[in-house]
């Protein structure tokens, strides 16, 4: 069972950083497609960015430039830096994981078969 869980989530001021991470303690994500997701109240959830098991990473257009993901395999852990965060970058954040190696469905949700609880970042102006 893959049972992503994520971590790094806090109330930062407008232009901050935080950094996100997505472990999971009984299975390895090092072969599979990775992403984080966020959803803001009354908005849809959409997808942030993507990395594939062989570490080809993607990004939807609003956050290219200020978010980076990464993986770890070492350790099985995904991180988000996000960096020049924005009021509107507050949301729900959550990891998702595929059970194949590569993301070309992303930023489609349901080609993710795992996903997380969440994790609240909130940033003021």
């Known amino acids: 069972q893959v049972q992503p869980v994520e971590s790094g989530g806090g109330s930062v001021q407008d232009g901050g950083s935080l950094k996100l991470s997505c472990s999971a303690s009984e299975y390895t994500y090092a072969d599979l497609c990775m992403a984080w997701f966020r959803q803001a109240p009354g908005k849809e959830r959409e997808g942030l960015a993507s990395i594939s098991g062989g570490g080809v990473s993607k990004y939807d257009d609003t956050v290219k430039g200020r978010f980076t993901i990464s993986r770890d395999n070492t350790r099985n852990t995904v991180q988000l830096q996000m960096n020049s965060l924005k009021p509107e970058d507050s949301a729900m954040y959550y990891c998702?994981?595929?059970?194949?190696?590569?993301?070309?469905?992303?930023?489609?949700?349901?080609?993710?078969?795992?996903w997380g609880q969440g994790t609240q970042v909130t940033v003021s102006s």
């Open positions: 998702a994981a595929r059970s194949v190696g590569t993301c070309g469905s992303f930023p489609r949700q349901t080609a993710f078969a795992y």
